[in-house]
T-cell receptor, first 110, second 113 residues
């Protein structure tokens, strides 16, 4: 499974966009990019996933570069409740497994 | 609401005393997973069931076992807990595993005395 690299921590002001980068330079053609987050003392929560195209849902947007070697998760208007560890995961389409990396700890401040 | 339920939320056991953690789901999903998350670390997959088929991760210690008596329930058995097994244990489900999101329970925090 391809590995991901994320910055260990980031800060974001409340109301501003939070842009969380992820590098996955060894990604293969059939591997999806998934994002989960984990708020303190809770189970991880699915955010979004994509293969090639940019994706948007009610929680976030996922921008994947054309060469698919990196991606950015965008929280358009961060709130204090978005403070969490965000995990970028590369997942092979035919497997059932998520292999979590170290994640980015996002702190949203007032 | 459909959900993944883990009981208990907090479990204390003694060194070497067997312990069982439980997970139930109302989502009717085919796949159930168990993860171990130690303090300040990412979740690590221990094993998963695709329906009744058990899939163990290569580096999961033999001390950890699992049972899935029916679609709704899955158990994690730790036969002889050591101090290093203290962690949060997370249960998750997915509809059929492939391109579906996983739904996580709140976890059970295990303390080993």
């Amino acid at each position: 499974d391809a590995k991901t690299t994320q910055p260990p921590s980031m800060d974001c002001a409340e109301g501003r966009a939070a842009n969380l980068p992820c590098n996955h330079s060894t990604i293969s053609g059939n591997e999806y990019v998934y994002w989960y987050r984990q708020i303190h003392s809770q189970g991880p929560q699915y955010i979004i996933h994509g293969l090639k195209n940019n994706e948007t849902n009610e929680m976030a947007s996922l921008i994947i570069t054309e060469d698919r070697k990196s991606s950015t998760l965008i929280l358009p208007h961060a709130t204090l409740r978005d403070t969490a560890v965000y995990y970028c995961i590369v997942r092979v389409a035919i497997t059932d497994k998520l292999i979590f990396g170290t994640g980015t700890r996002l702190q949203v401040f007032p | 609401d459909a959900m993944v339920i883990q009981n208990p939320r907090y479990q204390v056991t003694q060194f070497g005393k067997p312990v069982t953690l439980s997970c139930s789901q109302t989502l009717n999903h085919n796949v159930m997973y168990w993860y171990q998350q130690k303090s300040s670390q990412a979740p690590k997959l221990l094993f998963h069931y695709y329906d009744k088929d058990f899939n163990n991760e290569a580096d999961t210690p033999d001390n950890f076992q699992s049972r899935r008596p029916n679609t709704s329930f899955c158990f994690l058995d730790i036969r002889s807990p050591g101090l290093g097994d203290a962690a949060m244990y997370l249960c998750a489900t997915s509809r059929d595993g492939r391109d579906n999101e996983q739904f996580f329970g709140p976890g059970t925090r295990l303390t080993v005395l």
